[in-house]
């Protein structure tokens, strides 16, 4: 079968689309809803490991977006690491000061350590850089385990601070991404929050803790342009059978991802008649030109076709409900994108533009 002009389909093109879509999305419903099901057992453990007031819980609240309790221990006052439960299935080991690690440089805490997901390991750009306690402790932690970020705080009260990154990174081998940040400001805490999640999303962990972090427009938005930059990789009009396939996955993927980040369930049937208004009706494409100016880093969508384009519209219209609290239907997302599309032929802006 051919797709007909600017990607608009045949009656009986639309009908043989909608059937394989249902099929397709039955199976990939199942398989996210396991996959994330499967995540939200888990747990997930995150070091924050660095000397005094190098900033750690300061960061580690900025991350999550509230007051974590029990990450604000004063050195002395623990004797040994143990792990403070934030929601029940996420813990922060909190290390008080560097002397503690060196010290308790037992098996016990090596054992913290290894079954740590990610260590913060902080360094205070206003004070000494990388000292050579700091070394000693960073040689500790890295031996234990490798999936460590390096967190460069206060940059707001440093100098150089790019010097600082490129020398950090030298004497740690390039092995580690060095992330400057200020927890003060707020500078980079996006950046810091996107790298715990790629780490995380090594051991299939990263919807589980995005879940829990209030700011989640900007992980959204994330997730949306992976997944329309996958869907742009589909033929450049999506023609019923092998297209249709992979990009309903794709969709249902994303729609599942998003309720669960939003914490708002959606029923299969929704997903199902979402992603064929996407992808057999024509809305999703009028106000793709619209919507990919609200994304950062849209630009890799642009030159993706119907497949990318209905996708990032889709995306975005989920995404713009949950945040407005509107459940997500097939009904309140079509009129989603009438509504935009009005507004775009009325010359309007979209909602986040203005
Ligand atoms: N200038 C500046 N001060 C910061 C920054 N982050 C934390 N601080 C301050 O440094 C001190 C120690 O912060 P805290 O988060 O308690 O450090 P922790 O001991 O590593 O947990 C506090 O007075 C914070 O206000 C930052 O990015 N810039
Ligand atoms: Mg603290």
Redesign the pocket.
Known sequence: MKAIGKGTYTEAQKSEMKRQIRHAADEAFDQEMAEINGQLQKEILIA?V????????????RIVGEEVAG??A?PGETTTIHPHAYKDKIFFI?T??LNDVNKENSATTLDYFRKTDVVLF?L???GTVFSESEQRSFRIVEKANPNILIVL?????ADEVDRLVARVRKETGHKYDVLP?????G?NIDQLRDAILELLKKNNKDILFARTIKEKSSIANKWIIAASTSAGAIGAVPLPGADIVPLTALQIGLLTRLATLYERPISREAAKEIVITAIVGNLGRTIFSQVIKLFPGAGSVAAAGVAGSVTLALGYSVKYAYERGIDVTPDTVTKLYKNFRDRKNKGKKLPGEE
């Open positions: 924050l660095g000397d005094v007031n190098a900033g750690k819980s300061s960061t580690i609240n990450v604000g004063e909190d008080p000061g902080f205070n750009a206003a705080n206060k940059i707001d009260a940040i200020s927890s003060r400001t500078e």
